[in-house]
Nanobody, 126 residues
């Protein structure tokens, strides 16, 4: 089992930046890919970004955040990050860290996650 704890959320004005962190504990070596999802009020939870956890890092992004958000990892620290720049009001949501144990590639990494954190709120004001 893997436990995930997010931090770094908060309030920011449009155009600003935030950095989210996700500390993982437990059987982290079982993870194939780690990702970030978000859920705005009244909306379904949606994929934001993912990164493979072993060997060479491959990254995947939702189209609307590519170029503004950067996902990264520190495997030695068992920590996942999401650097969010040029934030927009439509980025407002609860952001969740998640992990997946099975192989995936490309858009296949946008779903099928096995364990989740509790989430951290990000609010972007206009």
């Amino acid at each position: 089992q893997v436990q995930l704890v997010e931090s770094g959320g908060g309030w920011v004005q449009a155009g600003g930046s935030l950095r989210l962190s996700c500390a993982a504990s437990g059987r982290t070596l079982s993870s194939y890919v780690m990702g970030w999802f978000r859920q705005a009020p009244g909306n379904d939870r949606e994929f934001v970004a993912a990164i493979t956890w072993r060997n060479i890092a491959r990254t995947y992004y939702k189209d609307s955040v590519e170029g503004r958000f950067t996902i990264s990892r520190d495997v030695a620290k068992n920590t996942l990050y999401l650097q969010m720049n040029s934030l927009k009001p439509e980025d407002t949501a609860v952001y969740y860290c998640a992990g997946r144990t099975n192989y995936c590639s490309g858009s296949g990494c946008f779903a099928g996650y096995d364990y989740w954190g509790q989430g951290t709120q990000v609010t972007v004001s206009s």
